[in-house]
């Protein structure tokens, strides 16, 4: 069985600091894609931050670059997100997902949804002003 288990979310300050991780059981975090996402209520699911081990592809959306960081602990089999300097736009539930890293993107992004195989249930993050 493949689990994705997010944890680390919580309530933060603006400017403060949150570190998310995606702890993988059930595939190889070094041969996949790990992407985060992030959603509000009522809107779409967007990327947050993506690795690709195989390959040293990472991606971020623009407005958490420079923030937030993605890596790798191969050998707990986590991917983790660093988040530092929090503002309230950031506020949304965060998901892990995994999709084949050996794979190529059907749609042209890695950071579209519906490429991703395995999902975690999410972890709340709230950043207040």
């Known amino acids: 069985e493949v689990q994705l288990v997010e944890s680390g979310g919580g309530l933060v300050q603006a400017g403060g600091t949150l570190r998310l991780s995606c702890t993988v059981s059930g595939i190889t975090v070094d041969r996949y894609t790990i992407c985060w996402f992030r959603q509000v209520s009522g809107k779409t699911r967007e990327g947050v931050a993506s690795?690709?081990?195989?390959?040293?592809?990472?991606y971020y959306r623009n407005d958490v670059r420079g923030r937030f960081t993605i890596s790798i602990d191969s050998a707990w089999n986590t991917v983790n997100l660093e988040m530092n300097n929090l503002k309230p736009e950031d506020t949304a539930v965060y998901f892990c997902?995994?999709?084949?890293?050996?794979?190529?993107?059907?749609?042209?992004?890695?950071?579209?949804?519906?490429?991703?195989?395995?999902w975690g249930q999410g972890t709340q993050v709230t950043v207040s002003s």
């Open positions: 997902a995994a999709r084949p890293g050996w794979t190529q993107v059907t749609s042209g992004s890695y950071f579209h949804a519906n490429e991703y195989n395995y």
């Open positions: 690795i690709t081990k195989s390959d040293g592809r990472i």
